[in-house]
């Protein structure tokens, strides 16, 4: 397999700081609670954070449905948020989304828990992927149907270290 760049490491940067920045606009300045989906997402959630003036928390929750390159079609929770998110303005930060499973469960999930403000935001997008019914509130980059890597994003749990966005051909 080779590896090939998709987005570097400049124009993600610059991208989740204009992300960051609308978000922050949108929430008029007031506190926001960052879902961190474990573990893709971590690199991306640090990134928009620092990017924020305003107050953010951290949250993270844990939840798997791949092995190697395909969805086994499962979602397994392995760790559930610590922070109280009744009447809290909530975004849920997703490395990718790909058939929509895991946020269309995740999304649900969390509204039962009654935020006042619930948004997704996801760095990449396979929209002609989608399965599940579910649109993003904030997109860093609507991509191609390929195997991305990098920045979090893994194959067998290598290149999650990448600085940019790659993908194995
Ligand atoms: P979905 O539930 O089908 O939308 O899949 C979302 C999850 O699948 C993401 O959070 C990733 O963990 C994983 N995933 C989907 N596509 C890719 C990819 O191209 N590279 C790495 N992980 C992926
Ligand atoms: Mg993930």
Redesign the pocket.
Known sequence: MVLHTLINEIDLKNRIKELAQQIQKDFDNEEIIFIC?LK??VFFTTELAKNITSSVILDFMRV???SG?H?TGKLNFSLDISENIIDKNVVII???????????YLKNYFKEKKPKVLKICTL?D?KE?R??DIEPDYTGFNIPD????GFG???DEKYRNLPFIG?LE
Do not use: A, Q
Not at 146 to 149: A, L, W
């Open positions: 989906i893709g997402s798997s449905s791949y390159t969805s997703e490395d990718i989304i790909d058939t929509g499973r895991t946020l269309y990449l396979k992927r399965e599940f390929k195997f991305v890597v994003l893994d194959y993908y």
